[in-house]
């Protein structure tokens, strides 16, 4: 079972799509495990985004970030990682196709609405830095059993 941090940004806010977003990770059988509300100040938007530090995007990346609310969220299930991804999309809206998240609502490289982790190792990190242990909230439901009794 894998963990991911996904983040819905500030223009997932600002155009209310988080309940669409949020009805799209649970449809396809993502758990909820932690959640919360915040502005990122500009030292988590660089510990965030360091890979990007020195990319022309960057600056206003972190502006972007930092300019309202971020809806920060773990969620898990059966290889969450690469599932969030395929369900956001490719990272340009404009490129990417209809069914996901980004192909069906953004139009923007920049305001592309989520962040998700890219790999097992970025999700640990990711997580690590956004949320504490003891605000991950572990649950199981019967279908996990169920799953569970599947391969992988
Ligand atoms: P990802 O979010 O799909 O993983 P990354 O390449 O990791 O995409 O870039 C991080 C974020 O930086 C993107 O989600 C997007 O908001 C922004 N970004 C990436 N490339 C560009 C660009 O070429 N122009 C403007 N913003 C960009
Ligand atoms: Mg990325």
């Known amino acids: 079972m894998q963990r991911t941090l996904v983040l819905c940004k500030p223009d997932a806010l600002h155009r209310r799509l988080l309940g ?26 660089e510990r965030h985004y360091a890979v990007h530090r020195g990319k022309p995007f ?36 404009a ?13 923007s490289v920049q305001n592309n609405l989520v962040h998700a982790s890219d790999s097992v190792a970025t999700a640990e990190q990711e997580i690590a830095l956004w949320f504490r242990p003891e605000e991950i909230v572990p649950w199981e439901s019967c279908d996990d059993r169920w799953v569970g009794a599947t391969p992988g």
């Open 20 to 45: 669409t977003i949020l009805q799209r990770l649970e449809q396809k059988g993502l758990r909820l495990v932690a959640a919360k509300l915040l502005r990122a100040d500009r030292s988590l938007a």
């Open 95 to 107: 490129q990417a196709p209809p069914g996901t998240i980004r192909g069906d609502f953004a139009l």
């Open 58 to 93: 960057y600056e206003a990346l972190l502006q972007f970030i930092t300019s309202g609310p971020t809806l920060a969220m773990v969620w898990e299930g059966r290889e969450a990682v690469s599932v969030v991804r395929t369900l956001l999309g490719p990272t340009d809206g």
